[in-house]
């Protein structure tokens, strides 16, 4: 039976000397507690909730949650944003026939969200010094950057001028974050010869001297420009180009430079110089 009010009615006393008069009572019947607690779940920083489940304790007669009115709704404060921690699940807003709820609290656990982190491979002439390594950065939640981090990790590697040629790993290590787990991915540094650049030379294109100090010259017939690049790739000379052309350097930091030649036929030609 529902919650709410019975009727009582006594009947079928018998005595020698009395005779009865009935009067009925009252069966009240009230609403039984029910347990309601939110399931425990765990989701990465930087996603959204997802639908939090509820557990109840305390059914009777075959009753489920089939039997309540009003379901229960399970939230937390927990957002995108919240860091990396703990947080509670409350619930609130059922309603049922015959059960009043004892709300208890349950658990988000906000687990460091997986972010990889590379190194650009690099290239440097034998003699030189390694360039700055360039990571990149793959895994990156609410529109976030590096500039979040607690701690970047430190790209090393085991070339120095006196190395030979070859091929030799820049490797990542250390760093941390509070919201973020680290996955590395290594890349490679290749030294080359300090030849100059032989792909423009094989191409009936000198340049001297290469090494160069303040300027060089490159010669060529039907040269139309010469543009200059840095190993960002960032272009940091451009100059219109003839038969012989003197190429100041003076005011560029030593290092490796990317040359890039055109002709007055659009013929592209790449090579590199040193600056020392």
Same mark, same amino acid.
């Given at each position: @039976?529902?919650?709410?009010? +019975?009727?009582?009615v ?21 609403? *039984? ?9 765990? *989701?990465?920083?930087?996603?959204y ?13 075959g ?15 927990a ?7 703990? +947080? ?22 906000? !687990? ?6 590379g ?45 030979? !040629?070859?091929? +030799? ?6 760093? @941390? ?45 039907s ?6 690049y ?19 350097? @003076? ?26």
């Amino acid at each position: @039976s529902n919650v709410g009010n +019975y009727t009582i009615v006594p009947s079928g006393a018998e005595a020698q000397n009395y005779s009865f008069v009935y009067q009925n009572g009252t069966l009240t019947i009230t609403k *039984r507690f029910l347990s309601v607690t939110p399931d425990n779940t765990t *989701r990465e920083y930087g996603d959204y909730n997802t639908s939090f489940t509820v557990s109840y304790s305390g059914f009777v007669n075959g009753d489920n949650a089939g039997s309540i009115s009003t379901d229960p709704i399970a939230t937390s404060e927990a957002t995108q944003t919240s860091d990396v921690g703990t +947080y509670d699940i409350t619930c609130s807003g059922g309603n049922a026939i015959n059960y009043d709820f004892t709300y208890n609290t349950g658990t988000l656990t906000v !687990t460091k969200a997986p972010l990889t982190i590379g190194v650009y491979n690099a290239t440097r002439m034998q003699g030189q010094a390694n360039p700055n390594f360039t990571l990149f950065y793959s895994g990156f939640k609410n529109n976030e950057n590096y500039l979040v981090l607690n701690e970047l990790p430190v790209a090393i590697c085991a070339a120095d001028e006196t190395s030979s !040629t070859g091929f +030799y790993e820049i490797a990542l290590s250390g760093g @941390s974050d509070n919201n973020y787990d680290y996955t590395f991915i290594n890349g490679t540094l290749e030294v080359t010869p300090l030849t100059g650049i032989t792909d423009l030379s094989a191409q009936g294109i000198s340049i001297y001297p290469n090494p160069a100090v303040d300027k060089f010259f490159i010669e060529c017939e039907s040269l139309l420009l010469i543009k200059l690049y840095d190993m960002l790739g960032k272009e940091v000379l451009s100059q219109n180009a003839k038969d012989k052309t003197e190429i100041n350097i @003076s005011h560029l930091p030593n290092g490796i430079y990317s040359v890039r030649v055109i002709s007055k036929e659009g013929v592209i030609r790449n090579g590199k110089v040193v600056k020392q």
